[in-house]
């Protein structure tokens, strides 16, 4: 049968985790640095001037520093839960100040190693200044008020598809075949490799699991109360708590079952308690 949801649109905030987040900026960083690269070269070529590939590459790690920041913005953005104006602004200024800090540095260090320094802090600073802190602006603020105001719409649910739950199943008791109406049923217990089907005074095994079994139950009527039982919530007469976030069921045929702390949120939800004391379904 089909169970129509509401189909409405709510906005969401970069649903993305952490490894997603790093594929898409290392894409990113390798394309735009291999075209920069590929732009000097060229504006080598044209201008009759030797043409470096090492001395390109350093000047392009500016792109690479993007990515270990932008990965920490991001969990930082995503711990807070209210991010004012005077949050908003420090999120763009510190990553900022922490890449035109770091960049000279980092650039100078590998040019001691590499390039026997003959790039010194100064230039690699003044470098930085003319030619990438208007980009550093540009990114960090991007994305910081791309996170916060950037509505991406996702429908809330879709129209969701769930196979027609059959009132009866068949059950192959050695040469017989028993036919059961799943309202019958007072619960299905774990029997490895088989599952037990408790009937008011009949038992049945039945060699399938109970997650299969639940997936072809109506959750409406059949709830999981432990790892190892599955309940119809029609056949429960009452339930108690054993004052450790257990619970013991009472079903129509005096049988008592164990309803773990682990379902028993999820139980408490289908049911009302009357003044009376009685247990109605509410889900039902």
């Not at 991001?74 to 510190?94: C, D, G, M, N, V």
């Not at 540009?138 to 196979?163: H, M, N, S, W």
């Not at 005074?201 to 039982?229: C, G, P, W």
């Amino acid at each position: 049968m089909t169970s129509p949801i509401s189909n409405k649109i709510t906005p969401f905030r970069f649903p993305l985790n952490t490894g997603e987040l790093f594929m898409i900026l290392s894409g990113i960083i390798i394309v735009i640095t291999t075209i920069n690269m590929f732009q000097d070269f060229w504006e080598a070529k044209r201008s009759g001037y030797s043409f470096h590939f090492s001395e390109s590459l350093l000047f392009k790690i500016v792109w690479v520093l993007y990515i270990p920041i932008i990965m920490v913005l991001y969990q930082k953005l995503k711990s807070e839960t209210h991010i004012s104006y005077t949050k908003t602004a420090l999120f763009i200024i510190l990553p900022i100040t922490v890449h035109l800090i770091m960049l000279p540095f980092i650039a100078t260090i590998l040019s001691l190693f590499f390039y026997q320094g003959r790039y010194d802090l100064f230039k690699f600073f003044s470098y930085t200044l003319t030619h990438d802190f208007s980009i550093a602006v540009l990114i960090y603020a991007g994305f910081v008020l791309g996170y916060q105001y950037l509505p991406v719409r996702k429908p809330d649910a879709v129209y969701t598809e769930k196979a027609t739950v059959s009132p009866t199943f068949v059950i192959h008791n050695g040469k017989d075949n028993v036919i059961i109406h799943t309202e019958d049923i007072i619960q299905i217990t774990s029997a490895t490799p088989y599952v037990s089907i408790h009937l008011e005074n009949k038992r049945y095994l039945h060699s399938e699991t109970l997650k299969s079994m639940l997936e072809q139950l109506d959750d409406q009527v059949f709830i999981r109360v432990h790892k190892s039982a599955v309940v119809n919530l029609s056949k429960i007469r009452s339930f108690k708590s054993r004052l450790n976030g257990d619970y013991d069921l009472q079903m129509t045929d005096g049988t008592l079952v164990r309803l773990s702390r682990t379902y028993a949120s999820e139980f408490k939800k289908r049911f009302t308690t009357g003044t009376s004391g009685q247990l109605t379904n509410s889900s039902g």
